[in-house]
């Protein structure tokens, strides 16, 4: 790969919650005692006035954050993906999601790349979880820049809002200054063969497979579904033109972006698929390399599903 | 507007008449649905009535009014005594009453905000009614606004741990506008298997101490006595600068009604029509 910006998600994601404290009067951060990992501590350097420390409680962080939500204020609820949920779930579906309260949670280490802490602090699932409460609006964007453009439409949108986020810097892929519009999936690469649908910083990974897929004569098709509820439908069905269809994300394959993109051609254009995500298991604790490897996620991990997909199909 | 401490004979005597009116309305509401909850909803109607009729700044024909004090009812299988003092309080027809539990009803087995005017908040799922209080608590002053918070608990969901969550956090913030009130009314649902068996008055000597040590300031009261309740609901919110106030009430489950009254099993239980006729005799209520 030539050269690319590589950037942290939770570092845009302190910096842009500072750019919005200047926008909007009634945003308010409330940390779980994690801001120095999430990057919440950012804003709080910026303007400790727009923090509030809630402590190592997050039943009661959600809580506080739907009361502050019914004067008008607009909390940003920060934690830990696995966090917000799991710990905290019962809370965001009684007191944020039914009463439809515009409370904004973010999600930082999701997935496996979370610093080596392991399965407890992994999120292999918060997508599926999220997808599956009414109400609750999904973003998973897919780079730093995305992330910035994204808080900016989710201060503009009102309602619950999950935003999935990453720990460690990764490929700028999506266009710094395109404005975010919620629901929407993005067209990165035109290709004929096949297309592969991915979220989150996977795409970075979908992106390079279909490089390695390319140098191999095969014209691939990338659409970048950062939003995975409410789902793009037109635009999941209109990338199936190719007939195969490869989904990838950092995630469960189980109710999460593969299942979402299924259920969608399922009823729409049923298409031959494979999902590459996490297969039903856990993670573990280990650096991120091995971690890509074990788990099926890296870009030769994309691009050889792509390439049994494509044997299969060949014969019929 | 809150007053009291000087409040008149007669004054006393028609919120009692108030809360007993409560009390016939809440026993015909959940004897027309064939469900929903009593013990509980009985043992909270004398504080409601006190609440809404002497206590709280409110105008139920300004439901959101950014100013009114606010109420959460986080024992919020009670419901029916909340929707019950409401609608007398007029926020609604007494006569919708008898939609409780319907399909399409504004008035949900446990308080929906989304629907129905007048609710502060959504609860149901027990412990977390306090933590939106802490919220409003420090929005209020953020705001600069001078209402006061109450959240009602039952004595049973203290037992879960994001009320302890919530009463520290809400000592931390130094919210002095916040008012838990406890419904001690000591019976939960089924309760623990210790000596003597099932619906056990459930032993919690302890929940003051508790409260005290979170940093709240405590009161207790007689929950079911309006000259008391009145003042002390009132003026709960007046104690040490920068302290919550937690106010204790003692209560019976089942109030007002003799055979219902101390018992578990009333919890939550479907009238005949011949419980339903005896309870409202005690309660006053002239035969057709």
Redesign the interface.
């Known amino acids: 790969m030539t050269s690319v910006e590589m950037q942290a998600q939770r570092v845009v994601f302190g910096e842009t919650l500072v750019e919005l404290a200047d926008l909007y009067s009634d945003l308010l951060v409330l940390d779980g005692d994690l801001a120095n990992s999430t990057r919440a501590d950012i804003l709080n350097k910026a303007r400790p006035d727009r923090f509030?420390e809630?402590?190592i409680?997050e039943?009661?962080l959600?809580?506080?954050?739907?009361?502050?939500?019914?004067?008008g204020?607009v909390?940003w609820v920060s934690s830990f993906a696995a966090f917000i949920a799991s710990r905290d779930l019962?809370?965001i579906?009684?007191?944020v999601a039914?009463?439809?309260l515009n409370v904004k949670f973010a999600g930082g280490y999701s997935g496996l790349l979370t610093g080596a802490t392991g399965k407890t602090h992994q999120s292999v699932d918060d997508i599926a979880i999220f997808r599956a409460m009414p109400h609750m609006t999904v973003i998973a964007p897919g780079d730093g820049p995305e992330v910035r453009n994204a808080m900016h439409a989710m201060m503009e949108h009102v309602g619950p809002t999950y935003l999935r986020l990453t720990r460690d810097p990764s490929p700028s892929i999506t266009p710094r200054e395109r404005p975010f519009t919620i629901g929407a999936a993005y067209v990165l690469r035109e290709g004929s063969d096949i297309t592969l649908i991915s979220t989150g910083v996977q795409t970075s990974r979908a992106l390079e497979a279909a490089e390695i897929l390319s140098g191999e004569g095969i014209s691939v098709h990338v659409l970048h579904v950062p939003t995975i509820k409410p789902l793009d439908v037109d635009a999941i069905v209109a990338a199936a033109r190719t007939g195969r269809v490869v989904t990838a994300e950092d995630h469960t394959i189980i109710g999460g972006l593969g299942g979402a993109v299924a259920e969608v051609l399922g009823e729409h254009r049923p298409t031959p698929m494979v999902r590459v995500g996490l297969r039903d298991v856990f993670g573990e604790s280990a650096p991120n390399g091995p971690l890509l490897e074990k788990y099926g996620l890296t870009p030769a991990h994309v691009a050889q599903a792509a390439r049994d997909l494509l044997a299969r199909t060949a014969a019929t | 507007m809150a007053v009291s401490t000087t409040m008149s004979e007669q004054r006393l005597g028609e919120l009692r008449d108030l809360a007993t009116q409560a009390r016939r309305l809440i026993v015909k509401a959940i004897h027309k649905a064939q469900a929903g909850h009593l013990g509980g909803p009985l043992s909270a109607t004398d504080m409601l009535v006190a609440l809404y009729f002497e206590v709280l700044r409110i105008d139920p024909q300004n439901p959101s009014a950014p100013g009114r004090d606010r109420f959460i009812l986080s024992k919020g299988h009670s419901s029916i005594a909340l929707y019950t003092v409401l609608a007398l309080r007029g926020y609604f027809p007494i006569e919708e009453l008898s939609t409780f539990d319907t399909i399409n009803s504004r008035l949900q087995g446990h308080p929906d905000m989304t629907v129905l005017p007048g609710l502060d908040m959504s609860t149901g799922s027990l412990g977390q009614g306090l933590s939106p209080g802490v919220g409003m608590a420090i929005g209020a002053k953020r705001r600069g606004l001078d209402f006061r918070t109450y959240v009602m608990l039952g004595d049973g969901e203290l037992q879960e741990g994001q009320v302890w969550e919530a009463a520290f956090v809400a000592a931390r913030y130094r919210l002095d506008n916040l008012v838990a009130i406890v419904d001690h009314n000591r019976l939960p649902q089924y309760s623990w298997p210790n000596a003597g068996g099932e619906g056990l008055v459930l032993h919690q000597p302890e929940v003051r101490a508790r409260w005290e040590a979170f940093g709240w300031r405590v009161l207790e009261v007689d929950g079911h006595d309006m000259a008391l309740l009145v003042p002390t609901l009132a003026h709960a919110h007046e104690g040490t600068p920068g302290v919550p106030t937690a106010v204790i009430a003692h209560t019976v489950k089942g109030k007002g009604v003799s055979f219902m009254e101390n018992q578990f099993a009333w919890h939550a239980k479907p009238l005949s029509d011949e419980q339903c006729a005896a309870a409202l005799a005690e309660l006053g209520e002239l035969p057709a």
């Open positions: 509030l809630m402590g409680a039943q009661n959600v809580g506080v954050a739907a009361g502050l939500a019914t004067l204020f909390p019962d809370q579906r009684v007191v039914q009463p439809h």
